[in-house]
């Protein structure tokens, strides 16, 4: 075990109804007038945002809506945000969607309080010292960004898919009720499936430390995953299932799985961010083809632990048979792991390079194999 | 998943020497003056005490010292050292041992703010709205008491053990650091395995609803606590097995085991707080005792549970098997299983039913034979 300070102060308000209460956590907090974040007319539609907006006024909780957050959020939306939370003097902010919602929503937090430009953040020109209150509503389980202090965003000019991380902006209070979560797509729903395995299997398999204790909450992660997503492309109604998924989707990032590990990264994370901001592909699906890629060609580095997960995930005995089930769950699930589903091929793999982002460790030589193993 | 509220905002401060930052810690909570509350003088003779006094001084932290609280702390000396804070007007707690100490400390922070009996918090008598901030540097791993809002105190004069639970004595900041834990006797880290496992047992037999992500995470800790509690017993300087074994137990009463589920009890911390109230045994030792004696007559209730859990953590096939196998290493570490061991036999059996808690909802014939179980 390695030295760690951990502290994770989000209020997780789980399950039925709790978005009903969301003015109460507002007001509770001292907060007077937030900005409403959303992406997506759905919320509109589904009718959770007069929900909102009702349980705001009946607990005196002002605000200023600002929709059309997109998936892969982009640095000139938020921009446009920040202008508004400043005009209208908010202070405090309520995200009403999925991760893409959140994290805008959280760069929307620091940026409100400084005068420069937002994006400095991300290129670690400006280190974040303040931001308003965060709340949300979260229509989507993917991310974990309801319980942490990361924020991902898109530069749409640079091409640059970068990210932030402070304690200032861990979320007050973050509702996760499963029953806004089962509208989400067939789609959406496998995408999140390989996010939320993407995020344990980074320090799982980088770590230069890694506690038993800490291996073995990666595995009830991916286990609950590969579970309940199998029961919920069946049943979409399965509350249970949607619970349990939403519940893994949290504690994958929350900090829970990598304390007392040293010496991890997110190689596949950096990759797939750069895959994503050139072809604006989904996320998760983005993640589905780069990580047996990045499996097959790192395993040696960290023999045991694939054999670990082969075994205690697939019932598997090596390294490669391990990463070969993990890729044929994908295949059976229907995400992606082959760039030529996005239409792309070896041509494009220069560029997804030269866009990988300066946090990366990897030789160029090396990521050339990588994403040669997903053509 | 039953809906919940999930909220821990105690910062941990894992690893070596994270115990020479408590002054740091403290005056970053703005706190001013402590109450550093310890139990034994052993704390002074290996050197611990000073190594806080001097951070304390370096950081501007004025204290008073209270020493001489016991294990299965009584409310005579939390009376007494309430006066002390009051007079002293201390502004902050610091606890300085272990669980005992701890939960003492957590009485104290209450009791300092109130005019009335400290002891009608755990009667229930009177609601706690406020308590001095609370830190601590835990030197013993068993309670969990190092994160969460559970303190247990014995009346000495009733007989009585109860407990208090608020989020306002959620400590703010803990130290926990293995190599400070490695001193423990060979007896008090048996007893502690014992402890923490109940910790996660109680809900994982007893809740009506039980998602598998939380039992695989009960499952994680258990087997956690058999593998390092081996090693430590042949090599109490392994600090890689004392740091995951002080870890698990942290997290075995920090909520995260039974966030979802929905009806669990405590029925072996109840009748065991019966035992160590009236006798005075160490309180994992009297768990070990009740435990299989209480799972024998109860997992008819829940069957399919208790196979879950032999198989899981013993490789065994039925429930009985499973419960033989926990009976059979709870010897094999050397903590006690039976009540003769504590010198105690059937005669003793209705005083300890009569001492037991008023929350306890076992009938008295049921006592009776879990009680005749452990003979």
């Known amino acids: 075990m390695e030295n760690f300070t951990f502290c994770n102060p989000t209020q997780i308000e789980f399950g039925k109804d709790k978005e ?49 957050v997109v998936s892969n959020p982009i640095l000139g939306t938020i921009q446009n945000a920040i202008k508004i939370a400043k005009d209208e003097q908010v202070d405090g902010i309520l995200s009403l969607g999925g991760g893409s919602v959140l994290d805008s929503s959280k ?26 209150p965060i ?14 202090g990361y924020a991902v965003v898109t530069n749409e000019k640079t091409k640059q898919k970068f990210s932030i991380w402070s304690p200032l902006v861990y979320p007050k209070v973050s509702v996760i009720n499963p029953e806004l979560q089962k509208s989400v797509s067939k ?9 939320v395995i993407a995020h344990t299997i980074e320090g799982y398999f980088t770590a230069k430390v890694q506690p038993k204790y800490m291996s073995r909450q990666v595995e009830n992660i991916i ?18 299932a949607r619970g349990e998924f939403a519940w893994a989707a949290t504690n994958a990032l929350n900090g829970t799985t990598t304390v007392g590990t040293a010496g991890f990264s997110f190689p596949n994370h950096l990759i797939e961010h750069s895959l994503s901001a050139l072809y604006n592909v989904p996320h998760g699906a983005g993640l589905s083809v780069v ?3 990045w499996a097959k060609w790192y395993y040696k580095q960290n023999e045991a632990q694939f054999i670990r997960f082969a075994k205690e995930i697939f019932e598997k005995s090596t390294a490669l048979e391990g990463i070969e089930a993990l890729e044929s769950w994908f295949n059976k699930i229907g995400t992606p792991t082959r760039l030529n589903q996005f239409g792309l091929d070896k041509s494009n793999i220069s ?16 990521l050339e194999k990588i994403l040669s193993n997903a053509l």
Not at 31 to 55: A, Q
Not at 135 to 142: E, R
Not at 187 to 195: F, P
């Open 187 to 195: 789609e959406y729903l496998v995408y999140s499936a390989t996010d």
């Open 20 to 68: 009903k209460n969301i003015g109460k956590y507002i007001s509770q907090n001292g907060v007077k007038k937030v900005l409403l974040v959303y992406g997506s007319k759905r919320v509109i539609e589904d009718g959770l945002f007069d929900v909102v907006i009702k349980s705001l006024k009946e607990n005196g909780v002002d605000f200023i809506a600002f929709g059309g």
């Open 291 to 293: 990580i047996p890629a």
């Open 107 to 132: 760069a929307i937090a620091v940026g409100t309080l400084y005068d420069v430009d937002v994006w400095d953040f991300f290129l670690g020109k400006e280190q974040i010292k303040k931001a308003l």
């Open 223 to 240: 286990k609950t995953v590969i579970e309940t997503t199998e029961i919920l492309i069946e049943n979409p109604d399965d509350y249970s």
């Open 135 to 148: 709340f949300d509503i979260i229509t989507l389980a993917a991310t974990g960004s309801e319980m942490n």
């Open 351 to 366: 560029d997804i390079i030269e866009n990988l982002s300066y946090q990366n460790d990897i030789e160029k030589d090396d």
